[in-house]
């Protein structure tokens, strides 16, 4: 199953590494960065990665265009080069990535759309 991780940036160099290092653990997995001008050298950071993994992607966005407006901006960008499955996560690890193999494995079993939350 073509995956996607939709993960949106504004001035996260604190984070970027950490969280890169975490989801590329999992080779079945793309990583779209969606960068909303970020001034703090959160995108010199991404490229960085960019030129050791061919997985990790970034779509750079002329200013802080919001959350919302990344994730749509990803879906789309994911759409277009056929991504099968969709994951939203933040850049400051709230979300465990170590969760994307059970929706995965979800999704594989049938169902046409999986949620995780932190509060359940």
Known sequence: ???????PTYNEAENIDKILERLTMYDFLDILVVDD???DGTREKVYQWIKNNPKIHI?????????GTA??????WGLKRDYEAFFEIDADLSHN????PRLIEALKNGYDVVIGSRYM
Do not use: A, C
């Open 59 to 67: 779509l750079e966005r002329p200013g802080k265009l919001g959350l």
């Open 97 to 100: 990535p170590d969760d994307i």
């Open 37 to 39: 001008n970020s001034t």
């Open 1 to 7: 199953m073509k995956s996607l991780v939709v993960l």
């Open 71 to 76: 994730y749509v901006d990803g879906f789309k």
